[in-house]
């Protein structure tokens, strides 16, 4: 599956932003799909991760209450709705797919993701 990150822009600190994951290929309302991210100068971290059905989610502690994760597999989209952005929300995010033979639960782990998009640019200005 290959996928697509989108929506990134300048945002306000306090204000929201929907960024979408798009994926190609087959078989993509199987995959749990994660999204992650990347600040200047900083190691790429865990954000929010859901299953396939879209019934089961995880979060990050400093996302937690702010972001939510979606899905919509008959648009084989991923959405990660951001409110009450803060500075140091800024950041490169990426949306990845789960290996197919990954046997875990521990979607926050990157080592479990092998089709990773390329990432749409988030800023919130103080």
């Known amino acids: 599956v290959q996928l697509q990150a989108s929506g990134g822009g300048l945002v306000q600190a306090g204000g929201s932003l929907r960024i979408s994951c798009a994926a190609s290929?087959?078989?993509?309302?199987?995959?749990?799909i994660g999204w992650f991210r990347q600040a200047p100068g900083k190691e790429r971290e865990f954000v929010a991760a859901?299953?396939?059905?879209?019934?089961?989610?995880t979060y990050a502690d400093s996302v937690k209450d702010r972001f939510a994760i979606s899905r919509y597999n008959a648009k084989d989209t991923v959405y990660l709705q951001m409110n009450s952005l803060k500075p140091e929300d800024t950041a490169v995010y990426y949306c990845?797919?789960?290996?197919?033979?990954?046997?875990?639960?521990?979607?926050?782990?990157?080592?479990?993701?092998?089709?990773w998009g390329q990432g749409t640019l988030v800023t919130v200005s103080s």
């Open positions: 859901i299953n396939w059905s879209g019934r089961s989610t």
């Open positions: 290929g087959r078989s993509f309302s199987t995959y749990p």
């Open positions: 990845a797919a789960v290996r197919r033979d990954y046997a875990y639960n521990d979607y926050s782990n990157s080592a479990a993701y092998d089709s």
